[in-house]
């Protein structure tokens, strides 16, 4: 299984653009890089996924350079509602897949 | 449609005690995990069902935790005798199995469980 490594935490401002990197030196050929937001008192939801270049949709962008080492969630214009635990995933598609969470990265964006 | 249901929401029991956790997956969906979460840390994989058969399940703690989903849908998982250090917030998740895409992960609202 592929190791992720995060940051810990990060601060941010309202209307700024965050990014938070992930490193997967040791991703597989076949592994997907899924990122999840966990808020406090729920389980973790789905924001985007990717398996090279980038990848764009209605909450974020991730972008991921040609060799599959990182990645790098970018959330636009954050607001107060996205103070939340970030985490990477990295793996293979399909029921054999094992997901493992690491400890994520706590973003509080601050007024 | 309906999400992933979890009961009970709370549950506080004593040391040495039993408690049973309940889980209805989104229907449909042919994979079901079963997570711990512990404050301060990401979700624990504790077991992986693939319709009523064991994709994984090498961190479950056998001694004491135990889980079943008999018929394919929903799944139960049991600890007995709890120790205090089984507090946490214990997660189930559902998803769609398309081979050669990923499986987006749907979760409940977790069960908290305190032991005292």
């Known amino acids: 299984l592929a190791k992720t490594t995060q940051p810990i935490s990060m601060d941010s401002y309202e209307g700024q653009e965050v990014n938070i990197t992930c490193s997967h030196n040791n991703i597989a050929t076949n592994d997907y890089i899924t990122w999840y937001q966990q808020f406090p008192s729920q389980g973790p939801r789905f924001i985007i996924q990717g398996y090279k270049t980038k990848v764009t949709n209605e909450v974020a962008s991730l972008f991921i350079p040609a060799d599959r080492k990182s990645s790098t969630l970018s959330l636009p214009r954050v607001s107060l509602s996205d103070t939340a635990v970030y985490y990477c995933?990295?793996?293979?598609?399909?029921?054999?897949?094992?997901?493992?969470f690491g400890r994520g990265t706590s973003l509080i964006v601050h007024p | 449609e309906a999400g992933v249901a979890q009961s009970p929401r709370y549950k506080i029991i004593e040391k040495r005690q039993s408690v049973a956790f309940w889980c209805n997956p989104i229907s449909g969906h042919a994979t079901l995990y079963w997570y711990q979460q512990i404050l301060g840390q990401g979700p624990k994989l504790l077991i992986q069902?693939?319709?009523?058969?064991?994709?994984?399940d090498s961190q479950l703690p056998k001694d004491r935790f135990s889980a079943e989903r008999l018929k394919g849908v929903d799944s139960t998982l049991k600890i007995q005798p709890a120790k205090l250090e089984d507090s946490a917030v214990y997660l189930c998740?559902?998803?769609?199995?398309?081979?050669?895409?990923?499986?987006?992960?749907?979760f409940g609202p977790g069960t908290r469980l305190t032991v005292l």
């Open positions: 998740a559902s998803s769609l199995v398309f081979p050669g895409s990923y499986n987006e992960q749907f």
């Open positions: 995933l990295v793996g293979a598609s399909g029921g054999s897949y094992i997901p493992t």
């Open positions: 069902f693939q319709n009523n058969g064991v994709v994984d």
